[in-house]
């Protein structure tokens, strides 16, 4: 079987799931830096020190990277890029702050952007979870960054992946980043990227 990893995981079951991964066919390894949620491997996402090299034929990251500062997304970026096999990919997805500013140019920072989250739960945290987290006694679930579909790009560029597609998602207010850590021809990656991106509207990038 292919293996991926998802890191920052949360509890079994929970979050979204990445498409196009058929546990038929692909053995999750649950990374999270919040042992109470039962991970595989217990690792803050920027380092991933005790986990081999080129292991995972995917790494899929969900809702995570903003929980990092900014200064740790290149060095989380290039674990993530290091654990991954030669012909494998990264699937990230994150919130899309440029989308937030929109309706927060409206004067609309607590109305619903989608599925019952504001724009503020996008640019600061959701305050749900970050309440349930304080009562628990940790603060995982507060943003601290966040990215437009460039500065997602470019941080992927910095972290040495080879090739990259980014989209913006609408009506989820997220962004979606496939990257290949080697250089391969957008028509390729196009193609690794067909069973696992939401097409048509996808921006190439590349070194």
Not at 47 to 57: G, I
Not at 73 to 90: H, I, N, S, T
Not at 141 to 167: D, N, P, V
Request: charged residues 20%; glycine residues 8%.
């Amino acid at each position: 079987m292919k293996t991926w990893l998802n890191v920052g995981s949360g509890a079994r079951g929970s979050g979204l799931r990445p498409p196009g991964i058929d546990p038929a066919v692909w053995r999750e390894v649950r990374l999270d830096a919040d042992p109470g949620v039962r991970p595989d491997i217990v690792a803050p996402a920027h380092d991933l020190s005790n986990v081999e090299s080129a292991r995972f034929d995917a790494v899929f990251s969900s809702h995570c990277i903003e929980h990092l500062y900014i200064d740790q997304a290149v060095p989380a970026l290039k674990e993530w890029r290091r654990v991954l096999k030669a012909d494998g990919f990264l699937l990230l997805v994150c919130p899309d702050l440029q989308a937030a500013a929109e309706l927060i140019a409206q004067d609309r920072l607590f109305d619903q952007a989608y599925a019952g989250i504001t724009p503020y739960d996008i640019v600061f945290s959701h305050r749900g979870l970050v309440a349930q987290g304080r009562a628990q006694g940790h603060s995982y679930m507060e943003h601290k960054s966040g990215y437009t579909l460039s500065t997602l790009m470019e941080a992927a560029r910095q972290a040495g992946f080879g090739a990259y597609l980014g989209m913006r998602l609408r009506p989820r207010f997220e962004l979606w980043l496939l990257a290949a850590p080697v250089e391969r021809p957008e028509e390729q990656l196009r193609s690794l990227a067909q069973p696992h991106f939401l097409w048509p509207a996808a921006v190439a990038g590349g070194q």
